[in-house]
Each structure stands twice: as C-alpha cells, then as structure tokens.
Antibody, heavy 127, light 108 residues
Framework: QVQLQESGPGLVKPSQTLSLTCTVSGGSISSGDYYWSWIRQSPEKGLEWIGNIKYSGRTDYNPSLKSRLTISADTSKNQFSLKLTSVAAADTAIYFC???????????????????WGQGTLVTVSS | EIVLTQSPATLSLSPGERATLSCGASESVSIRYLAWYQHKPGLAPRLLIYDVSARATGIPDRFSGSGSGTDFTLTISRLEPEDFAVYYCQQYGGSFVTFGGGTKVEIK
C-alpha cells in the first residue's frame, strides 16, 4: 500500500524559499500511471492545488504560483520536492503531497483525483 | 478557473440519519470529472468518490455520488460515528484542479 510523508522546515522567514520533500513508500514514483502532486490548505484559501510532476520530469503548475514554483523528482530516492520562492504570510498553510491519477487529459496536461495523501505538514511564514 | 461552492457549510445530524451534501460549479464540469474526499483533523484526506459516482477502493456503499453539469451531490445513506468529518468536492475537468470550501458533518 502506497504511503506518502511530507518533511521540511515548519518555519520559513518572509522572502525566503520554502522547501519540502515527499517520500513515497510501498510504490515507485516511476510508475507511468500516476502524477505526484502538492496541495496546500489555509483558512483563507481552503484547499489549493499547487502543481504536479510525472516521473519523466514533466511538470504542471497552478498559474497563480508558477512564477515562484519548482517541483522536482528524485527517482533514486523515490521522492519528489517542492520549492516556493519569495514566500509571504499568505503562503502559511498545511502542505500535503498526494498521488494523482489522471482522469482527464487534454492536449497539454492531465488532471485527476488524489489518492492517497500524506497527512500534511504545517509551514508558517514568519520572521 | 472553475469555482466550486459547497452547501451547507455545516450539517448537524445524528448517527443513522441520511446526509446530503451539495457541490455547485461556476461552469459546467466536463463530462464526469468530479471527486469527493473525507477529511478528519490531523489525518490525510481520504478519497471517497471519483468520476462523479465511482467509489474508491474500500469505501462502504453507504457513500454515493451523483450529479452532472454544475450540480453534484454526495449522499451518506446512514451516518456511522466515524463519518463525522469535513467533506470536500474537487473538479479535474477545468483549466486546473480546484476544490470546494468543504461541508462539516457534525453530531447533533
């Protein structure tokens, strides 16, 4: 059974870079059927999809975060990571990683449902 | 961006009762691209339903999904004690994935 676990600093200073890693166990991120996603939750915005990556390295980002965001994968460690630059208080949230199964594909991207999820990690942006 | 609006915000019911949760979309959701999740504090969200009405692996048949276009429903036929939680809908047919604001099902 696939399990995901987020890790990284719980406190980041404004203007700095938020970095998180998701470690996947019980399955390989190199499986061609899935995408590997980041989602966050805050009281202000609720659940917000951040972006995803496929094992091939192809990424897809939320347009509102795209200019600050990098998602990468390390297949040798079975991990994928998130880097969000120039953070502000509005980036304070619980960050979840999840496996995404493609349910709909257009000519440019695939999207789907998330199963399973990690239990999430709280990241606070504060000086 | 497709905006999903869930109602009611809170549903107060007793175990054994039927729960009906609504999810409305700001524009038509392509074909059947809608999912539902259950979330309890401190735990990972749990997929219940995908493709509007397909139950995820291991989900009891008291959970069912229906709807089309802009109006979708999650029904819990008889609430069990473990069903009291927050429920979210999510669409994956728009320009990018979006989620609803959630409905909290609480014990009356």
């Amino acid at each position: 059974q696939v399990q995901l676990q987020e890790s990284g600093p719980g406190l980041v200073k404004p203007s700095q870079t938020l970095s998180l890693t998701c470690t996947v166990s019980g399955g390989s991120i190199s499986s061609g059927d899935y995408y590997w996603s980041w989602i966050r939750q805050s009281p202000e915005k609720g659940l917000e999809w951040i972006g995803n990556i496929k094992y091939s390295g192809r990424t897809d980002y939320n347009p509102s975060l795209k200019s600050r965001l990098t998602i990468s994968a390390d297949t040798s460690k079975n991990q994928f990571s998130l880097k969000l630059t120039s953070v502000a208080a509005a980036d304070t949230a619980i960050y979840f990683c999840a496996r995404e199964r493609a349910g709909y594909c257009s000519s440019t991207r695939c999207q789907g449902w998330f199963d399973p999820w990690g239990q999430g990690t709280l990241v606070t942006v504060s000086s | 961006e497709i905006v999903l609006t869930q109602s009611p915000a809170t549903l107060s019911l007793s175990p054994g009762e039927r729960a009906t949760l609504s999810c409305g979309a700001s524009e038509s959701v392509s074909i059947r691209y809608l999912a539902w999740y259950q979330h309890k504090p401190g735990l990972a969200p749990r997929l219940l339903i995908y493709d509007v009405s397909a139950r995820a692996t291991g989900i009891p048949d008291r959970f069912s999904g229906s709807g089309s276009g802009t109006d979708f429903t999650l029904t819990i036929s008889r609430l069990e004690p473990e069903d009291f939680a927050v429920y979210y809908c999510q669409q994956y047919g728009g320009s990018f994935v979006t989620f609803g604001g959630g409905t909290k099902v609480e014990i009356k």
